[in-house]
């Protein structure tokens, strides 16, 4: 069963416009995640992440939301810009140690100028 | 510059040949793991491993084996490649657990087809 999901396969918005990746998960004992985003023909690069001891982490564009209680996570990218087509990866953080991932299936942005 | 390499970069094998899939990092990372790719399943962990010595178990680790014996290498060994191992590998290395907000690097993936 899966424990980290991401609903959306693929997501298109204008240039300019905001975009909303979301991310759902099962276990409540998950406390810290991550975003990646990853270009074809290229391995997956860390964007931002966020404890549980927050609910919001923003980095530039890039902002973080958590909702502990609806096991739900989100990611906002303002303004989108075409350079942002790519797939991204939700992860939660599994034990301690920070060494354990799980991924989800990832949603395919694109972006139109 | 700070990389993490993967060789072959492309792979076609038969079904049984044994192969290796080397991973090196020249960032003095303590943490290595490998994942592989799969349309529609995203990415899964195999194995991972916190220092010289020490490697354990992630989500998918049947089929597979690893070593570090040193801290710069972490190969990924197939014994005995099946078709259900034709997949997108990436390694993966970071300076501790991405807890502590340790950015983790992805090398640029090895895309194997098992006949």
Known sequence: DQQVKQNSPSLSVQEGRISILNCDYTNSMFDYFLWYKKYPAEGPTFLISISSIKDKNEDGRFTVFLNKSAKHLSLHIVPSQPGDSAVYFCAASVDQAGTALIFGKGTTLSVSS | ?115
């Not at chain 2, 020490?54 to 190969?75: A, C, H, M, Q």
């Open chain 2, 1 to 115: 510059e700070a990389q993490v390499t993967q060789n072959p970069r492309y792979l076609i094998t038969v079904t049984g040949k044994k192969l290796t899939v080397t991973c090196s990092q020249n960032m003095n990372h303590e943490y290595m793991s490998w994942y592989r790719q799969d349309p529609g399943l995203g990415l899964r962990q195999i194995y991972y491993s916190m220092n010289v010595e020490v490697t354990d178990k992630g989500d998918v680790p049947e089929g597979y084996k690893v070593s570090r014996k040193e801290k710069r290498n972490f190969p990924l060994i197939l014994e005995s490649p099946s078709p259900n191992q034709t997949s997108l590998y990436f390694c993966a290395s970071s300076l501790g657990g991405v807890r502590v907000g340790e950015t983790q690097y992805f090398g640029p993936g090895t895309r194997l087809l098992v006949l």
